[in-house]
């Protein structure tokens, strides 16, 4: 996946916070990104959503939360971790995202 345009990189230090500190936008960004790589880790994230590592590290715990991705290994701290939502259901998720967001 290509790095963010110019314009939306650092999207979620320069607009108004939800999720804790994390930017709607910004969620379902990195759930895409997790889903489409099959991946996800705080160097993925980022690299291609161009955010800091305590940025890359709120987004992880989220999706780990919100079970688009599995916890981090107990074994393998720091390793990327494994995708378990599949890319039917990602609409559902983000559709979820944006429900909560909503009523929050």
Known sequence: MAAPAPEHAG?????????????????????????????????????HLAVESDVAERLLRKLEHCEVIAPEAQDAPGRPRRVL????????????????????
């Open 11 to 47: 999207h979620a230090e320069q607009t108004g916070h939800s999720e804790r500190g994390l930017d709607l936008e910004l969620i379902i960004r990195a759930a895409r990104l997790a889903v489409t790589t099959r991946t996800a880790s705080k160097t993925l994230f980022v690299r």
């Open 85 to 104: 939502t599949t890319s039917g259901q990602l609409p559902d998720v983000v559709a979820e995202f944006e429900r909560r967001h909503r009523t929050a």
